[in-house]
C-alpha cells in the first residue's frame, strides 16, 4: 500500500500552457501586414514612375526589367499595384473611421436611451442598412462627381449601420452588469456611464468590426473605381486596373490577373483578421485553447 507521500502530483499542463495561435489571426494579420508594407515602400520606392506613359514599351511581357509586365499605355503594373495599395488602404481608413466615429455612439446611444428611442434609431439605422452600399456610392458620385473624397464618404457612411447594431448588441448585454446598475444607483451621469463602463467594454467588438469593415471598404473602393466613380486618373487604383484590363482580357490576361489578386488577396487577409480576432476576444471560446 502507497503512502501519501508516494503519490505525484501531476501538475496541470493545461494551465501552463499559453494560448494557442489562432490560424486565421496568424494569416489574417501577415497578409494585411504586406499590404500595408507594399502601401509604405510606395512612398519611397517604385521600380517606375507608375504614371509616366510610355509608347515605346506598350504591352511588355513579364521579365527582369518589368516583373509584371507593362500596360496598354506602357505603364509598369508592378509600380502600379504598389502605388494601388497605398490608395485602397487610404480609402478604407478613412472610410471605416467615418463608419466607427458616427456607428459607435450611435449604438451605444440607443442601448443608453429609453426603449422607445432606441427602436426609433435602429429602425432609421435598418432603412440605411437596407439601402445597397453601392448605389449609395454611386449616388453620390453621380451628384459630387467622382473623387477620391467621394468614395470615401460614401463607403463610410454605408457601414455605419454594422457598426450601430453590433456595438448597441454588445452595450446592452453591458448595461445590464452589476457594475452599470452600481454606477447608476450611486447617481453617475449617463455620458459618464457610457465613456468609463460601456466603451472600454465593447472595445472589443470595435476592433472586430473594424477589421471586417475595412475588408468591405476595400471590395467597394474598387468596385467604384472599377465602375469609374472612385479614385480618377492618373492616381492608380487596383479597381481602375482592372477596368484598363477589360478590353485586353484575351490578348494580355495578366493585366487582370495581377490587380485582381491584389484585390483577392487584400479582402482576404482583413476577413481572415477579423475572425482571428473575434475567435480571440469571444469569452465563449475560451474552452478551446
Not at 40 to 67: E, M, N
Not at 88 to 113: C, E, K
Request: glycine letters at 8%; aromatic letters at 6%; proline letters at 6%.
Amino acid at each position: 500500500m502507497s503512502s501519501p507521500d508516494d503519490v505525484v502530483v501531476q501538475p496541470n499542463s493545461d494551465r501552463r500552457r499559453g494560448p494557442r495561435l489562432n490560424p486565421s489571426l496568424v494569416v489574417g494579420g501577415v497578409i494585411v501586414m504586406c499590404v500595408v508594407l507594399m502601401a509604405l515602400v510606395s512612398f519611397a520606392w517604385t521600380p517606375y514612375d507608375p504614371t509616366r506613359v510610355d509608347a515605346t514599351q506598350r504591352l511588355l511581357g513579364s521579365s527582369a526589367k518589368h516583373w509584371f509586365g507593362t500596360d496598354k499605355f506602357g505603364r509598369d503594373v508592378l509600380s502600379q499595384i504598389l502605388m494601388g495599395s497605398r490608395t485602397t488602404l487610404f480609402v478604407g481608413l478613412v472610410a471605416v473611421g467615418v463608419a466607427a466615429v458616427i456607428g459607435v455612439p450611435l449604438g451605444i446611444l440607443a442601448a443608453m436611451t429609453t426603449r422607445r428611442l432606441g427602436e426609433l434609431l435602429m429602425r432609421g439605422n435598418d432603412l440605411l442598412l437596407a439601402f445597397p452600399a453601392l448605389l449609395l456610392a454611386i449616388m453620390f458620385g453621380a451628384v459630387y462627381n467622382a473623387s477620391t473624397l467621394t468614395a470615401m464618404i460614401a463607403i463610410g457612411i454605408a457601414s455605419v449601420p454594422n457598426f450601430a447594431r453590433v456595438i448597441r448588441s454588445g452595450a446592452l448585454q453591458v448595461m445590464g452588469t452589476e457594475y452599470v446598475l452600481a454606477a447608476r444607483s450611486a447617481g453617475r451621469r449617463p455620458f459618464a456611464i457610457g465613456v468609463r463602463h460601456v466603451l472600454p467594454n465593447v472595445s472589443s467588438l470595435i476592433i472586430v468590426q473594424t477589421s471586417v469593415s475595412f475588408a468591405i471598404a476595400v471590395l467597394a473602393e474598387a468596385a467604384l473605381s472599377f465602375l469609374g466613380l472612385g479614385t480618377p486618373p492618373p492616381t492608380p487604383s487596383w479597381g481602375r486596373m482592372l477596368l484598363e484590363s477589360q478590353e485586353m482580357l484575351y490578348s494580355a490576361p495578366r493585366l487582370a490577373i495581377f490587380p485582381g489578386l491584389a484585390i483577392a488577396v487584400a479582402v482576404l487577409g482583413f476577413n481572415l483578421l477579423g475572425d482571428g480576432l473575434r475567435d480571440r476576444f469571444d469569452p465563449k471560446l475560451e474552452d478551446r485553447r
